[in-house]
Structures are given as structure tokens and as C-alpha cells.
């Protein structure tokens, strides 16, 4: 097998840099001069658009019945095993529903899986990104806390159906 001996030589104004550091100046004054998109956080929010990935709730029906069915899809397909679910038997049209939903906020990374593998859409990534806790308890969601009304995820929901 022969090699290709091929050299490459630069030209005097690549030897030099002049025009490559006047290009790397030009570049950084325009972001200088640039409009700033500073935002004063607390007393000015950030509405997420619909495609924005926070924290993951489960979805209440209007009438008060929970989506999930316990299959337990979202805490095997979870990489960082966040999820935990325990399923229990119901006398209602569903079969199952889950007796115990945590998830661990901490260990959450917010890649959707959870979200994508639900057959039930039960499962969605809300417009939440204000997580801050003082303990480690307050970081585990039961179901208590991760239940959220279909109305406020209704942006969430078109938007999947929409983009499936």
C-alpha cells in the first residue's frame, strides 16, 4: 500500500494570523454591540413554549380519574431510574392503577423517555423548572404532588399528538 505524502503550505497572510485574529475581533465586537436578552427572573417569568421539557407530572382526567394504568413502562425505560411504581388492582373500568408513583427530581435528567414509552399519555413533561430543595425528601414527588389537572397540560398534549 503506498502513502501520499501531500504538504500543505500556507500562504504569507496564513503565516502571519493578521486576518484570522481581525476576523476573531470582528466576531466579538459584534456580539458586544449585539441586543441584550436579559431577563429580570423573579419579577419577570419565562412562559416555556409547548415543546419545552421540565419536570414530569402525571395527568388528572376533569373527572377526577388519574390516566396511568401501572404498567410500569416509565420506570424501566427511565436511564437514571428515577421513577418507581407500584400497581394495584381497581373494581373500576380499569384494571390497574398505581397504588404508589414517586419520582426522584434529583436523579430525574429530563430526556422524555418516560414520557414517549407511556401508552397512555399519563406521563408528560410539564412547563415546571423552578426545582429547588432544601432537603432530599422534598426532591421525591409522590403521586399527591406529581397529579396535575389536563387543562394546564393541554399545550403539552396537542403538541405531542401533533408532532408523533
Known sequence: MATVDKKYTLTFWEKIYIP??????????????RKKDTRQYPEERWTPPPSFRG???????ENGVERCVACGLCSRVCPALAIDVQAAETA?????????????????????????????????????????????????????????????????????????
Open 20 to 33: 484570522e485574529l481581525v476576523k476573531g475581533m470582528k466576531l466579538t465586537l459584534e456580539q458586544m454591540l
Open 55 to 61: 419536570a414530569p407530572v402525571l395527568v388528572l382526567e
Open 92 to 164: 373500576d373500568e380499569k384494571e390497574r392503577y398505581p397504588a404508589r408513583f414517586e419520582i426522584n427530581m434529583l436523579r430525574c435528567i429530563f430526556c422524555g423517555f418516560c414520557e414517549e414509552v407511556c401508552p397512555e399519555e399519563a406521563i408528560v413533561m410539564s412547563n415546571r423548572y423552578e426545582l429547588a430543595f432544601t432537603e432530599y425528601a422534598d426532591a421525591i414527588f409522590d403521586k399527591d404532588a406529581l397529579l396535575t389537572p389536563v387543562a394546564e397540560l393541554r399545550p403539552r398534549l396537542e403538541y405531542l399528538r401533533a408532532h408523533r
